[in-house]
Each structure stands twice: as C-alpha cells, then as structure tokens.
C-alpha cells in the first residue's frame, strides 16, 4: 500500500485550513511529515540542512485535483495549491480505500490534527525539528551511533524470539516479516551509520533516519506483540507497510533491489 | 457454456486465479519472475470465457479469505525446489499482501451468493452416504455444507457448476448432483465446461 504523489497532495491539501497550502515550500514540508505518521507515499526525500525536500516538487502544474494560483508576497509571486472537487473526490477514496487499512481512528485524527495545524503555520517553523529529532548533524553523530547500536541490539533478541509468534494469520505473518526486516535494515543501518564521517552528511536520505527514528520507536511495540495472543493487525499493518513496502526499488535496503543478498549478507 | 448455467468458484480456487509477482531480491532463488499456483491457466481460461460471454460468476460469501490465503501460501512454499536464503519471513507477506490486492480487486468481478447456516438436514445425507476420502476427514466441514446450502437454494434456469479442488467436494460429487443438484468439477476437468 502506497499514496501516489497526487493522493498525497490531495490527503495534506484536504487536512489542511480551508484546503489548501500557501507556497510550494510549505507543500513540500507538509508532504515529508506524513513519513512522521508512517504513512508510505511515493515521493522521495532527501536532507539538506532546512530538513527533508524533494527538488521535483517544485514542478508541479495544475491537474484535475488541485490548481496552482499565483499571488504576490513580498514582491514575489509565489503559487498557493487549492484543492478541486475532484480532488476532494480522491481526498475520500484514499481515506477509505487506503488509510483505513493503516490507521485507527484516533491515528487519523492524530494525523487530521496535526497537518491542520501545520498548514497555519509558516514554512520556516513547520521542520526546525527534524535534524534534532533525527540526530543528522555533525554534533549529534554520537548519539546517532549509540542509537543505531541499541536499536541494532533490541532487533536482535526480538529476532531471536521469532519462532514464538504463530504464522497462521495475517497478523502473525506480517509481525514475523516486520521483526525479520528490522533486524536487517537496522544491521544495515548500523554499518552505514558507522561509516559516516564528521561533517554534515550531505548526502543523507531521509530514509535513513526515518527508518532508524520508527523502528527505534516500534521495539517495545514489538515485544508486546510477541507476548500477546491479541494481536493489532492494524498498527502491524501500518509498521509493515511503512518500513517494507514504502520504498521498494527507491532505497537500496528493498526488497525490489536485486543486489539486497549482499547488503544482507554483509 | 451457457447464460442459463451458473457457475460458482470455491475460494480456494479463486485464489489460483493469482499470479504472484517475485520480488526481484529474490529472483536469484527462483527460475522465473512469477509463482504460478498448480490449475492457474484453465481456471483463468474459465473465466476468461465466461467474461467474453457476460455470464456471472458466483462466489460465497462470507468467505474465510484469511485462512485460505494462508494454506494457500503454504502450499506453494511447500515447494522443495524453492530455497529461500534471505527475508523468508518477508517474502511470505510479500504474497499474502499480493493475494490481498488481488482478492480486494475481485470483489467486483464475482457476484455474492450467501452461505446458509442451517445446514442439518444436509449433514444428514454426508453421514448416511459417508465415504472414505484420500486427503480430508470423511465428513465434509459444516463451512462447506453451508455452501452447499446455500447454492442449493439458488435458483437457476439450467445447470449450476461448482468449481473446486476440495476432496469434500469432489470426492462426493456424485451424492452432491443426486440430491442437491449441483455439478462439481475439479480443477483440472473445468475444460469440459467450455
């Protein structure tokens, strides 16, 4: 399950103050927040020192779902984005065909609330966050570090544990599968994380903080649902489709990527 | 094959209808880019041909899509000559997420028959005629006899059709046809109903 970028757009458009964004800057920002609510969409991201970007966006044209319409700011003429009716139409089709696979209904609200909010906000203070959040600077390398050993670690006795879980269900399934490719993608993680040095890592992709920030956050998730005989396909569904089925053939970790034994195996 | 018939699927069966797409990290463990279930072509030739014609196919509803999906995936990597040496656990979830889309999709291109519940008088006549079966208990599943209720009470102009693999079916076709006068073709005999 993936947001095609014309879902996604209209998703934060139809979440947003009388839908729709101001600038293209505040789009992009708003678009890369939805990584935060695990929510895969089909747009990739990179890092740069004003937090996560996607340089094509900058292209977008009007379509059947959303116009561009110039305004002047500051003797600038910057395009806001406005949601059509047809994009209200896919706004309700992606609500219901594609998050109410991933999201509870308190996690909508969580997500309806929070890119609301957002797009009130300027562009500028909607990401000063993230590096912080995400320990992609320099001074934070060895927090970075510590983190992605610790994660690396907790995958590991939750990997050794895998046999508990019964596979005769979706849910036990997909919680074996996501434990499994955590334990990968975090080994993964750790090897490049090490190798990274001192300066700004100018070539960061925001993947690879994102993957580390969520799986750090799902262990104890994770550990309770070993134990549980209950399990939540739901919230499984979401890590799931977040962490595997988001990037495929756009990351190197993929299961799409030919090449993916040797990054296991290394 | 006619518009007069009707023609219904097990889900077992409708689920063979699914091509599974390999992953391309695990293409190195596998000879071609698909896993193609055993009767995958005669049953998409059936439905094909039922299609060109603009005759209904029926499935059962509720289904238990989940563990039939799930004996579905362990049968095809029950498979010894696939020997997964990375992500086995992702590449499982990998075809159930498959199925899912699949079966998602399909729900528009099969009409709904209800199963009915009361099912007692049928069990009766499964154990007056009970027989000894290869690969299954006996006695068929009440979940099938809530099929065979249900089709049975399904009105139709000609012949109705049931495919399935299911030895509860097949393996008491001819007690099926006698008293509830349903037609049970297996899989791999669909052809004769061209």
Redo the contacts between chains.
């Keep these: 399950m993936i947001l095609s970028k014309d879902e996604a757009i209209c998703l934060v458009l139809g979440l947003s103050a009388k839908k729709e964004i101001s600038s293209i800057t505040k789009l992009n920002k708003l678009l890369a927040r939805l990584n935060l609510h695990l929510i895969p969409i089909n747009l990739d991201f990179d890092l740069n020192k004003f937090g996560s970007f996607n340089a094509d966006l900058k292209n977008l044209e009007s379509n059947e779902y959303y116009e561009l319409s110039p305004y002047e700011y500051k003797d600038k003429t910057i395009n806001k984005f406005i949601l059509k009716p047809e994009g209200e139409q896919l706004f309700g089709k992606v609500i219901h065909s594609k998050l109410n696979k991933i999201l509870t209904e308190e996690d909508f609200e969580s997500l309806k609330n929070n890119i609301n909010e957002l797009s009130r906000l300027p562009a500028s203070d909607i990401s000063n966050n993230e590096h912080k959040m995400l320990f992609v600077d320099a001074a934070d390398r060895h927090t970075l570090i510590q983190k992605v050993n610790i994660v690396h670690v907790d995958m590991l006795d939750l990997y050794e544990q895998?046999d508990k879980i019964p596979?005769?269900?979706?849910a036990g399934?997909?919680l074996?599968?996501l434990?499994?490719?955590c334990f990968?993608l975090s080994k993964y993680l750790k090897e490049k994380f090490m190798r990274l040095r001192d300066e700004y890592d100018f070539d960061a992709y925001m993947f690879d903080y994102y993957f580390l920030y969520h799986i750090q956050s799902i262990v104890s998730f994770l550990n309770q649902q070993i134990e549980t005989e209950d399990k939540d396909l739901k919230q499984i569904n979401k890590y799931?489709q977040y962490i595997?089925?988001s990037v495929?053939?756009r990351y190197p970790f993929?299961?799409?990527?030919?090449?993916?034994?040797r990054l296991?195996?290394q | 094959m006619s518009p007069e018939n009707s023609y219904a699927f097990d889900e077992c069966s409708i689920l063979k209808l699914c091509k599974i797409k390999i992953p391309e990290s695990y293409r190195l463990f596998f000879k071609e880019d698909s896993l193609i279930p055993r009767n995958h072509y005669i049953l998409n030739k059936i439905v094909a041909a039922l299609d060109k014609k603009g005759i209904s196919k029926y499935k059962f509803v509720p289904g238990n899509f989940e563990q039939n999906a799930v004996l579905h995936v362990n049968q095809i990597l029950e498979n010894k000559r696939y020997q997964i040496r990375i992500l086995g656990e992702s590449f499982r979830a990998q075809i159930i997420d498959q199925l899912e889309d699949f079966y998602d999709e399909l729900h528009a291109n099969f009409k709904d028959l209800e199963k009915i519940n009361s099912i007692t008088p049928i069990k009766e006549i499964f154990i007056q005629n009970e027989k000894e079966l290869i690969k299954e208990k006996n006695i068929p599943e009440d979940d099938d006899m809530t099929i065979i209720a249900a089709y049975r009470d399904f009105s139709c102009e000609s012949k109705k059709y049931l495919i399935s693999e299911d030895e509860h079916f097949w393996g008491y076709k001819d007690i099926i046809l006698n008293n509830f006068n349903i037609h049970i073709i297996r899989e791999r005999e669909c052809e004769a109903i061209l």
Aim: glycine share 4%.
């Design positions: 895998i596979s005769d269900t979706f399934i997909r074996r599968a434990i499994e490719y990968y799931y595997i089925n495929k053939g993929s299961l799409e990527n030919k090449d993916l034994h296991v195996a």
